[in-house]
């Protein structure tokens, strides 16, 4: 199992940021997908990279300690979830800290991913989806 782990302060309050990110299609279209479907619980997500089509089905999950977090039904990986937590960072605001744990399933993505690509990948889109909320509330 990979994780990717990313954190930042953002100037608002604690239901202001919660809210822009529980505003799921916006927030995920934030992080660069070509394609964001939201149906209740499931989130459907598309990435074209070069020639290739990448798809997941996403479900989002109940977690106590999370603002958002949702785990992959169907896709490129043999397990993937994601949590975003916020904690109080005083006067500055609040920390967003998004936290993606993965496995490949190597039957689908052989030779052309490995997880170093992976976890860059990632880090990419959760820095969008950070930069995204500091839009919101600079």
Excluded: C
């Excluded at 199992?1 to 822009?20: D, K, L, P, Y």
């Excluded at 499931?42 to 785990?71: C, F, K, M, T, W």
């Excluded at 993965?102 to 990948?121: C, E, H, N, P, S």
């Amino acid at each position: 199992m990979a994780t990717v782990s990313v954190s930042r302060t953002i100037a608002g309050s604690a239901s202001a940021v919660s809210e822009a990110i529980t505003d799921v299609e916006p927030f995920m279209l934030a992080a660069g997908f070509d394609e964001v479907t939201v149906d209740g619980d499931e989130i459907h997500l598309v990435n074209r990279v070069g020639i290739a089509q990448l798809e997941l089905s996403l479900e989002r999950i109940e977690d106590p300690e999370a603002v958002l977090a949702y785990e992959q039904v169907e896709g490129i990986f043999e397990s993937m979830r994601t949590v975003y937590r916020i904690e109080d960072a005083g006067e500055a605001g609040v920390r967003v800290v998004a936290e993606t744990d993965f496995a490949l399933d190597v039957a689908l993505v052989g030779d052309l991913l490995d997880a170093t690509v992976i976890k860059r990948q990632r880090r990419r889109e959760l820095d969008a989806q950070f930069d995204h909320l500091e839009s919101l509330f600079a």
